[in-house]
């Protein structure tokens, strides 16, 4: 008795279990209310019973590992008064009319909203309801707002293209904690303009670091609304920039051989007057399978010594087989490679140094100006114009987290992570028509505000003044969906 009114939030006089069985894995208790006298709420004339309706509902909720049923006895009455004659049942307040499941089934519902890899179906089949009922419930109840702005916030763009309008929605994160402070449906300034202004004043003000990639809208909102902030261009998308050149390269290397090998190939048809189907290329199949030799970090490699049979080439071969392959084909990959592994050893270096880095940066791009290369005279340019919001992102602040303080560098790895959420989210969903209801589910799964919310006034390992003015800067282009 005591277990099933605690467990629907009743008190004991307003119910009794009237019955027990158990079948299988099934529990199935009767629930009686007391008989008592009913007067009329309209006339205020006594009422009568007319009999009992039992009505069978779901408690989705385990019970000493049994299943729950529930079967509701709700006596019916009518008003005696011939003039009247209102008729009503016996109520249970832990169900809602023409429901099959307690309301407890609501915030399971809820719940179960909170893994992003449960679609609105399997939910539903969970519950023994329909798709259209458990969205109903979630957008009923989850009313998200944003989160206040912390002292470093990170901005970044996640392609949903739910409306042809707005391919591109906008994650604000706090650095912090990992918390998305809002999801937005577009990047546009019709759409960001508007909602930053709308937003106090003072929590705007009290921003310190906006973290970004090159993209000129999202740096130019340290003009518009966050004009006390450093604007840091991370580093994840400085090195991603020197790599997709990289990689482009190497695919036009690959379409070079690969029309070679076409060539020959309907040379060959014509003289033996058949076609004739020529094998891969040694040339296409070590740029294709191995050109990660040379875009990943050097550190990160692992070079094994032993061989192995490569099927390929039927020949015995180990990772520095295939590298020197590699610069037999193209000499330049090398140089490439070399010139590409100077940054990337500049930029893990010099983590929490943003005094060391400014006086290093110079030197490299001296170099790259003069290696000739086009690639990385490109990216001197591109060091050049931003200099300083990359020398920002050396800066180390405090965080907290399960171990206690530590140290970390202002990156946008996090938002980059939590940009894969939305797009899970979007893939597992097939589809989504509501903006909203996407936004409200994506915070409400993504958010886990932890006890210590990670903030540290004032505490930053090391801090470096970055002058205000931002004239001169080129800003990379990017186009507005």
């Known amino acids: 008795m005591n277990s099933i009114t605690d467990l629907l939030d009743l008190e004991d006089e307003d119910i009794f279990i009237s019955d027990t069985s158990i ?21 205020g004339f006594r009422m009568h019973s007319r009999g009992v309706k039992t009505r069978k509902v779901n408690h989705p909720i385990l019970q000493d590992g049994y299943e729950l ?34 309301n407890a089934a609501d915030i399971l519902i809820i719940n179960a909203f909170k893994d992003l890899s449960a679609s609105a179906s399997s939910i539903a089949e969970r519950y023994n309801t329909s798709d259209t009922h458990v969205l109903n419930i979630f957008d009923k109840y989850m009313k998200l707002d944003r989160l206040p702005l912390s002292d470093i916030i990170s901005v970044d763009e996640v392609f949903l293209n739910m409306d ?31 909602y930053f202004t709308s937003i106090p004043v003072e929590e705007r003000y009290a921003v310190k670091y906006l973290l970004t990639d090159m993209y000129k809208p999202y740096l130019r909102y340290i003009d518009k609304f966050f004009p006390r902030a450093v604007p840091i261009v991370d580093s994840f998308h400085v090195v991603q920039w020197v790599n997709r050149e990289i990689d482009n390269y190497i695919r036009q290397l690959i379409k070079k051989y690969k029309q070679r090998d076409r ?19 040694h040339e296409v199949y070590i740029l294709q399978k191995y050109k990660w030799l040379i875009l990943a970090n050097q550190e990160n490699i692992t070079y094994h010594l032993e061989t192995r049979m490569d099927q390929h080439f039927h020949a015995l071969m180990n990772t520095y087989d295939y590298e020197k392959y590699l610069f037999r084909i193209d000499p330049r990959l090398r140089t490439l490679r070399d010139l590409k592994e100077k940054y990337v050893t500049f930029n893990e270096r010099n983590a929490g140094k943003p005094s060391t880095a400014k006086k290093e940066i110079e030197q490299l ?43 970390s560098r202002l990156s946008n790895d996090p938002i980059e992570s939590l940009n894969r959420k939305v797009k899970d989210l979007k893939r597992q969903g097939r589809g989504y ?21 990670g903030r540290s006034e004032g505490k930053h390992i090391q801090y470096y003044s970055y002058e205000d003015s931002m004239e001169g800067i080129n800003y990379v282009e990017k186009e507005e969906d």
């Open 263 to 281: 060539e020959l190939q309907e040379q060959k048809s014509l003289e033996y007057y058949r076609p004739i189907e020529l094998p891969l290329s």
């Open 164 to 194: 042809p309008s707005h391919k591109y929605a906008l994650v604000i994160q706090d650095f912090y904690t990992g918390d998305p402070i809002d999801l937005l449906k577009s990047r546009k300034t019709n759409v960001t303009e508007p």
């Open 69 to 102: 049923i529930l079967l509701l006895k709700q006596r019916r009455w009518r008003c005696t008064n011939p003039d009247c004659l209102y008729e009503t049942n016996d109520e249970f307040r832990f169900v809602d009319k023409n429901r099959r499941n307690t």
């Open 433 to 453: 028509r509501s903006f909203e209801h996407f936004r409200n589910r994506f915070l409400y799964a993504t958010r886990n505000r932890p006890i210590l919310d």
């Open 23 to 43: 079948k299988d894995n099934v529990k199935t208790l009767t629930l009686e209310t007391h008989l008592t006298s009913h007067y009329c709420p309209c006339c």
């Open 365 to 407: 791009i001296t170099e790259y100006f003069n290696s000739k290369d086009p690639i990385f005279i490109s990216f001197a340019s591109l060091l050049r114009r931003y200099k300083e919001p990359i020398i920002n992102s050396f800066i180390m602040v405090e965080k907290h987290g399960p171990g206690g303080i530590y140290g």
